[in-house]
């Protein structure tokens, strides 16, 4: 995971900066949650689209009432696309969000051999693009960018969902400013 670049315009550096430090997520005290996520877990188990978009509907207005938020919508597609890039680099598509229409889209099969999405990769998808959401939603942030911040509250809203204790992230500074995640400092914990 690569950090976005600053933004050009100088009246969103402000933003910018917030949304890099801002680095936590109150989180629910109870597990609706983890429940919730839960039934996404078994509607994926089913490998079919209407109770999988049922279930992540549900765990958006689970998201949305504990935030305090609209309730985003969610298209569940099917088979990822493919984005190609000049240079011939192509990568899969998980999930968007769109500001505009408050939409969350996301796949349940990979492009190429059309399995169904692990759910770790899937819930974590959702909670990312839900964490967009949150940026205009409840931060009042003018764009959503990958910051640390962005990526730190993401992690601790999948770590709720799964279920499992949150890991602190370790970042290293690449030579055009941008971070990226040191997962071995990661993975060990210090
Ligand atoms: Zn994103």
Same mark, same amino acid.
């Given at each position: 995971?690569?950090?976005?670049? *600053? ?14 430090? #801002?680095?936590?997520?109150?989180? %629910? ?42 309730? %985003? ?7 990822? %696309?493919?984005? /190609? ?13 769109? %500001? ?6 996301? @796949? /349940?099969? /990979? ?33 959503? @960018? ?13 770590? #709720?969902?799964? *279920? ?12 055009? *400013?941008?971070?990226?995640?040191? @997962?071995?400092? /990661?993975?060990? *914990?210090?």
């Amino acid at each position: 995971m690569v950090t976005d670049r *600053g933004p050009r315009k100088p009246a969103l550096v402000s933003d910018f900066l917030k949304s890099d430090q #801002n680095c936590s997520l109150s989180l %629910p005290s109870d597990d609706r949650i983890t429940l919730a996520a839960r039934s996404v877990e078994s509607s994926l188990a089913t490998a079919a689209i209407p109770p999988v978009r049922d279930a992540c509907a549900a765990l958006a207005s689970v998201f949305a009432g504990f935030y305090q938020v609209e309730t %985003p919508s969610v298209r569940v597609l099917a088979v990822r %696309p493919i984005r /190609t890039w000049e240079g011939g680099w192509a990568m899969e598509l998980f999930g968007d969000y769109d %500001p505009k229409t408050r939409v969350i889209r996301v @796949w /349940t099969k /990979t492009a190429v051999r059309k399995q169904v999405t692990s759910f770790g990769t899937f819930l974590s998808t959702l909670c990312h693009e839900f964490c967009h959401h949150l940026d205009y939603q409840r931060f009042g942030y003018r764009d959503t @960018w990958h910051t640390r911040g962005f990526y730190e509250r993401s992690a601790v809203l999948y770590h #709720n969902a799964r *279920g499992t204790p949150a890991k602190r992230l370790f970042w290293v500074e690449m030579s055009d *400013g941008r971070w990226r995640i040191d @997962w071995q400092r /990661t993975k060990r *914990g210090f």
